[in-house]
């Protein structure tokens, strides 16, 4: 008997019969005599719709009463997911994130996990129920509903297996694992049996959205098993996120490729060179809980220089208007903000060992004619922003180059 948490996406709870659908797997594996715990999203597009409804009546919504408002998706499915699993004679309870004792900090919208009461749920498990959970959401110190950020059913998955000790932790999606990159814009991706957790570590931070970063960061810092699979297929081993430290020999040099629409840039032009000028332009977006990913700046030349930054798209406004406010005591000359970037990255741990890896990146963008913006590096990824019209074609093109079709 393994204890498992299985975790299903929007899509595979998209309509009434998909719901059964999960109910019939679920039921397949209780049957097997496992214990299971269920983790299911919103109906696909709702969590969307009901960002929409609220943007309507307040272009910049309220963090707190945006969550309160985008949990009802999640709380919806489970109960849902619940009654599919009684209709087949399977004891079935379900909680939303409050009611299990998910406890987050107080950072709406995008809130981190501190701890989850794992008691009540091992009670009905060891009682005989399937535990049906709500991703996304938890409760702060003062009851306020929070959730995680976008795709963070993923999270709730990873983070209850890692509590609960689980055997295995399935998050079922709509593609059957993990692909050298996104199926949708390149048709030619493959399938990667496994991949390592650094790999796709990298992959999710640099916006693969098969799997929420934080959802990777819990499985590496608890070990959990973590594999993706396709909710609509019966069979099939989907992809394992592995954690031993492979044969690089065997390894091609580049595993996967990432791309982001969602960052936006911002320039601040004709800053002073001088000590502190990163802190006085970064402290004050950090104070206000705005994440920065990418930050260049320029070798001075006359006495000033120029920052560049990335910043999540949605908070552009928000990082415009603080910098606006700073900008004379910088004493800055001019802050442009551009949000028709995105973001390519190359991932693999065969980069460690080779060479002439960012060359072959930067020669089959030039040769395409795609200029760079921004470059930065790990030891294990090379990324790019670019014009966000160009995205699709940089993706196809370092595809062929790397040979990912049919390594
Ligand atoms: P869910 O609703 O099940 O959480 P998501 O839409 O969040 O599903 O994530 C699955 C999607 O991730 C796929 O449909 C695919 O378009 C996209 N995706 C992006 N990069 C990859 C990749 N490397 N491998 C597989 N899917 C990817
Ligand atoms: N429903 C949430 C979203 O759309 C969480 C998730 O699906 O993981 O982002
Ligand atoms: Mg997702």
């Known amino acids: 008997m393994a ?14 019969e998909r719901i059964r659908n999960v109910a019939r797997r679920v039921a397949r594996y209780k049957a097997l005599g496992h214990q299971v715990v269920v983790v299911v999203s919103a ?42 699993l009684m209709d087949l004679g399977v004891r079935a309870k379900s909680y939303t994130g409050a009611q299990v004792r998910i406890l987050t900090d107080d950072a709406h919208t995008k809130a981190r996990i501190l701890s989850i009461d794992e008691a009540n749920i091992r009670a009905d498990l060891d009682a ?33 297996a890692a509590a609960l000790k689980a055997d295995e932790c399935q998050i079922y999606t709509d593609v059957d694992g993990v692909y050298t990159t996104d199926p949708r ?44 699979l396709s909710s609509f297929e019966e069979e099939g081993d989907g992809t394992l996120i592995t954690f ?12 996967g490729i990432a791309f982001n629409r969602d960052e936006a840039k911002i320039t601040v032009l004709g800053v002073p060179d001088r ?24 070798v001075g030349a006359d006495g000033t220089t120029d ?25 800055a000359r001019e802050i442009i903000g551009d949000d028709k970037i995105a973001k390519v990255a190359i991932v693999g741990v065969g980069m460690k060992s080779h060479v002439g890896i960012a060359s072959q990146m930067f020669r089959t963008l030039a040769e395409e004619g795609i200029n760079i913006q921004m470059i930065s590096t790990s030891e294990i990824k090379i990324s790019v922003v670019v014009d966000e019209k160009y995205l699709e074609l940089a993706v ?8 990912l079709e049919n390594a």
Not at 310 to 319: D, F, I, Q, S, Y
């Open 3 to 16: 204890l498992i948490v299985q975790k299903y996406g929007g899509t595979s709870v998209g309509s009434p």
């Open 43 to 84: 109906m696909s597009g709702e969590t969307n719709r009901l960002i929409g409804l609220a943007k309507e009546i307040m272009p910049e919504p309220d963090p707190r009463e945006l969550d309160q408002m985008v949990s009802t998706g999640e709380q919806v499915t489970i109960a849902l997911t619940a009654m599919a």
């Open 128 to 160: 005989g129920y399937v535990v049906v959970v709500a991703g996304f959401q938890g409760v702060d110190e003062n009851g306020n509903i929070t959730t995680l950020g976008r795709g963070g059913s993923d999270t709730t998955g990873v983070a209850l």
């Open 185 to 228: 814009v390149v048709p030619e991706a493959r399938r990667l049996k496994s991949i390592t957790f650094e790999e796709m570590l990298e992959l999710a931070s640099q916006g693969s959205k098969v799997l929420q970063i934080r959802s990777v960061e819990f499985a590496g810092k608890y070990k959990v098993k973590l594999r993706v």
């Open 244 to 255: 031993e430290e492979e044969d690089n020999m065997e390894q091609p040099i580049i595993s």
């Open 275 to 298: 000590p502190g000028i990163a802190y006085q332009i970064l402290g004050p977006i950090a104070d206000a809980n705005v994440d920065v990913d990418m930050i260049i700046q320029n």
């Open 307 to 331: 920052f560049t930054f990335t910043v999540h798209k949605n908070e552009l406004n928000k990082a415009m208007g603080i910098l606006k406010e700073v900008q004379a005591h910088i004493g």
């Open 396 to 403: 196809r093109v370092l595809h062929k180059a790397f040979g």
